[in-house]
């Protein structure tokens, strides 16, 4: 190549030589090569350049500070070529799929939090048992041969539209009907599935208002929604008690039994707070028995009744084989479930990296009053400060000095509270604000939101709840109001033994303020006290060490790990 010729091309406004330029003409005939060519071999060169540029920028090494402050954090990026929002994972959680709760395979773009919520939690101390995955992949397969639209759905559905029940099925259902404030759904909802799992039914989900706005799918393949063209969808909100179709109506009215019951196409479950004790003989095994030969059974609760299911002889071992360690029912149904939606995933993790991410300590406190009145009350907040210092959850304030200087293993503790008023949050904030702590702590107060009152009906209202719910499951330490299933919901999912504030009277904070609750579990707040053989009243709370009454509810039932009795 005449390196001066194609520095001549390069720079065309120097003058040219005559004698080069000839000379310039005989060496680009005997070589082959014209100006095209030339700048051919200029564009691969820097080609190649930049594709190494590109390898070299792919396969940096990640930054370790990505997400300071989070609990055993991996590090995760979005891919900037992609328009839609999902995450690609470079450096996978050692445990995404929760020590085996979860199915691999899905679409992580669609469900964001499925996989990621290890990111933000410590690795929980309860592992799930090797049967109970076991029986969880049997029940993703058995919802994938009959869920909605199957073949052996389509079969069942023709004898529900006949009215009758004639032939047995391959497959028999469970229909959750959407009912009751968003706490009591999820955990009346962990309680059908547990149910569906025990009888070998499918679990199908009425979807109310917003249940696909808040909750991902969690089976494999086939939906958990109930179709909207179900014929029995237009009747979900007349069911009742007294409806012809309640099994404790039936009972009451002596129209069932096991051999009529043999031909009923659908049977409704009525197990609410104000069900009598016809509806209460659902916990009675020779009834479970009627059952198994009713293809569809359509539940609406807005009680935990799991308790109650332990008390039930032919569920028995069968239970002891899904759960040994009693307390975790729920922190493993609740975390297999119930997988925030992209938009609450959004809500959830902007928050926690805002606020949360970076402290030492974070200290959720959940409120929730059931007095008449708009609040805050000073009484309220008296016990959450009296509990929270006493239980060494939050440090005291120096009234007397402005500054106090900090000690050398000064720490930070962030403080998320949730109530419906933002009074509580205010007093606390700045009580911190106005005052230094004696240990030296630098202390934050947040609160998400503040409606004022329970809004279940409002899309926006529910999608925050849902997202306080959880946010408060990633606290370290939690101490929750009493009878609230928002705050039973977050110790579950979180695996928090919770401080439980006592219901006050008469306006004025319990002594001692607050107590530790025996396990995580869930309250079931209107259990049966029947015993089914002797058919007279017990007390259920003291037939077996693993069943117990809750503290914050005497008639109340809850699960307890009796080695820790």
Same mark, same amino acid.
């Given at each position: 190549m005449d390196m001066k010729r194609f520095r001549k091309q390069l720079n065309p406004s120097k003058p040219t030589d005559p004698e080069d330029e000839a000379v310039s003409r005989v060496a680009e005939r005997k070589s082959g090569l014209n100006t095209m060519r030339l700048m051919g071999i200029l564009a691969a060169c820097l080609t190649i350049l930049t594709v190494l540029v590109t390898i070299s920028v792919i396969y940096r090494p990640p930054p370790t500070d990505r997400f300071p402050g989070f609990p055993e954090a991996r590090v995760f990026e979005v891919k900037a070529e992609k328009e839609d929002d999902s995450t690609q994972f470079l450096d996978v959680p050692k445990d995404k799929l929760l020590g085996g709760l979860l199915a691999a395979g899905f679409d992580e773009g669609s469900c964001l939090s499925r996989y990621q919520s290890s990111l933000y939690r410590k690795a929980p101390p309860h592992k799930p048992s090797s049967y109970l995955l076991s029986r969880l992949r049997k029940y993703e397969a058995l919802h994938k041969r009959c869920g909605p639209y199957t073949e052996a759905y389509n079969k069942t559905l023709e004898q529900l539209n006949s009215g009758r029940n004639n032939r047995p099925t391959e497959c028999n259902y469970v229909i959750w009907i959407s009912f009751s404030g968003l706490g009591n759904r999820i955990l009346t909802l962990a309680s059908a599935f547990l149910y569906a799992l025990l009888t070998n039914r499918v679990l199908l989900v009425d979807r109310g208002a917003d249940m696909t706005d808040l909750f991902c799918e969690p089976f494999p393949e086939k939906s958990w929604l109930l179709p909207l063209d179900f014929p029995l969808n237009y009747q979900f909100n007349s069911f009742d008690q007294k409806s012809p179709q309640c099994y404790g109506n039936m009972l009451k009215n002596n129209i069932t039994n096991n051999s009529t019951g043999s031909l009923l196409p659908y049977l409704y479950l009525h197990l609410v707070h104000d069900y009598g004790d016809h509806d209460k003989l659902f916990f009675c095994d020779q009834d479970q028995t009627l059952f198994q030969?009713?293809?569809?059974?359509?539940?609406?609760?807005?009680?935990?009744?799991?308790?109650?299911?332990?008390?039930?002889?032919?569920?028995?071992?069968?239970?002891?084989?899904?759960?040994?360690?009693?307390?975790?029912?729920?922190?493993?149904?609740?975390?297999?479930? +119930?997988? @925030? *939606?992209?938009?609450?995933?959004?809500?959830?993790?902007?928050?926690?990296?805002?606020?949360? /991410?970076? !402290?030492?300590?974070?200290?959720?406190?959940?409120?929730?009053?059931?007095?008449?009145?708009?609040?805050?009350?000073?009484?309220?907040?008296?016990?959450?400060?009296?509990?929270?210092?006493?239980?060494?959850?939050?440090?005291?304030?120096?009234?007397?000095?402005?500054?106090?200087?900090?000690?050398?293993?000064?720490?930070?503790?962030?403080?998320?509270?949730?109530?419906?008023?933002?009074?509580?949050?205010?007093?606390?904030?700045?009580?911190?604000?106005?005052?230094?702590?004696?240990?030296?702590?630098?202390?934050?107060? +947040?609160? @998400? *939101?503040?409606?004022?009152?329970?809004?279940?009906?409002?899309?926006?209202?529910?999608?925050? /709840?849902? !997202?306080?719910?959880?946010?408060?499951?990633?606290?370290?330490?939690?101490?929750?109001?009493?009878?609230?299933?928002?705050?039973y919901v977050a110790q579950g999912l979180g695996g928090l033994k919770p401080w439980i504030l006592d219901k006050p009277e008469n306006r004025t904070a319990p002594d001692p303020p607050c107590r530790r609750a025996m396990s995580m579990e869930p309250c079931f707040h209107a259990p049966p006290f029947y015993d089914c053989k002797a058919k007279i009243g017990i007390d259920t709370g003291a037939l077996v060490p693993h069943v117990r009454h809750c503290e914050d509810m005497s008639w109340g039932l809850k699960l307890v790990d009796h080695e820790e009795m």
């Open positions: 030969t009713v293809p569809w059974l359509i539940m609406k609760t807005d009680n935990y009744f799991v308790p109650s299911l332990f008390l039930i002889p032919s569920f028995e071992q069968e239970l002891s084989n899904l759960f040994p360690d009693k307390q975790t029912v729920f922190h493993h149904l609740g975390r297999y479930l +119930f997988h @925030p *939606s992209n938009p609450v995933w959004g809500m959830i993790t902007r928050y926690y990296q805002a606020y949360l /991410a970076k !402290a030492d300590e974070r200290v959720g406190i959940q409120i929730r009053v059931f007095d008449t009145g708009t609040g805050p009350f000073q009484h309220v907040f008296d016990q959450v400060l009296a509990c929270a210092v006493k239980e060494k959850l939050l440090p005291e304030v120096n009234a007397q000095e402005p500054i106090v200087s900090p000690s050398r293993n000064q720490g930070s503790k962030a403080i998320l509270m949730t109530s419906l008023s933002s009074g509580y949050f205010e007093k606390l904030r700045n009580m911190y604000w106005e005052h230094p702590t004696l240990t030296g702590e630098v202390i934050g107060v +947040f609160q @998400p *939101s503040h409606e004022e009152h329970q809004q279940t009906e409002k899309q926006m209202h529910n999608r925050k /709840a849902w !997202a306080e719910m959880y946010l408060l499951s990633l606290t370290d330490a939690l101490i929750t109001s009493s009878w609230s299933t928002f705050g």
